[in-house]
């Protein structure tokens, strides 16, 4: 079964800037995976960030954004801010009405 | 305004039946997929399965294919989610979210959650 894979935590400090990666343990990511990104605060529902790689979602700031890196989806998050510390999830679309997450990414500004 | 609104939370014993729901406004329920997805405590987003409204066409993940069953009631707008029998490892937080309908294929708007907690 495919596994999405992403970085368990990452810690950055006010300002600074984080590059998440979402891939696959077997073969690589591409635009046709129509890779999405999610934040998640602790007892909050997700809250959609990223869509089809690299296209904000309404009223997302632009410090983040959606990329392709070599075989994986990137989330990356420019001047980040102490409201920033979240969990962030990467989902990709397998084809066949068919999606799978990444396990999360924890990210603390510190 | 777009809006699923799921139903509240759930203390159940195992072996026993359920079906939880997520009511959708503000937009044309039959044209646009509802997923649902899990998070178990202190884990991460699971997407179990997703139907459309229209048709009530289903597809699971085989994670989940065989212990849920995803169904729809499009004249009042509400998909669910439920349960023949209950295992204490049902306990989660439970998300529906509505997949766009520009095939980007991705989930714009989710639902508020609904806890489940099965317990003897």
């Known amino acids: 079964q495919t596994v999405v894979t992403q970085e368990p935590s990452f810690s950055v400090s006010p300002g600074g800037t984080v590059t998440l990666t979402c891939g696959l343990t077997s073969g690589s990511v591409s635009t046709s995976y129509y890779p999405s990104w999610y934040q998640q605060t602790p007892g909050q529902a997700p809250r959609t960030l990223i869509y089809s790689t690299n296209t904000r979602s309404s009223g997302v700031p632009d410090r983040f954004s959606g990329s392709i890196l070599g075989n994986k989806a990137a989330l990356t998050i420019t001047g980040a801010q102490a409201d920033d510390e979240s969990d962030y999830y990467c989902v990709l679309y397998m084809g066949s009405g068919i999606w799978v997450f990444g396990g999360g990414t924890k990210v603390t500004v510190l | 305004e777009v809006q699923l609104v799921q139903s509240g939370a759930e203390v159940k014993k195992p072996g026993e039946s359920l079906r939880i729901s997520c009511k959708g406004s503000g937009y044309s329920f039959s044209y646009y997929w509802i997923a649902w997805v899990r998070q178990m405590p202190g884990k991460g987003l699971e997407w179990m399965g997703i139907?459309?409204?229209?048709?009530?066409?289903?597809r699971y993940s085989p994670s989940f294919q065989g212990q849920v069953t995803i169904s729809v009631d499009k004249s009042i707008s509400t998909a669910y989610l439920q349960w023949s029998s209950l295992k204490a490892s049902d306990t989660a937080m439970y998300y529906c979210?509505?997949?766009?309908?520009?095939?980007?294929?991705?989930?714009?708007?989710w639902g508020q959650g609904v806890p489940v907690t099965v317990s003897s």
């Open positions: 979210a509505r997949q766009d309908g520009d095939s980007f294929y991705y989930f714009d708007y």
């Open positions: 139907i459309y409204p229209g048709d009530s066409e289903s």
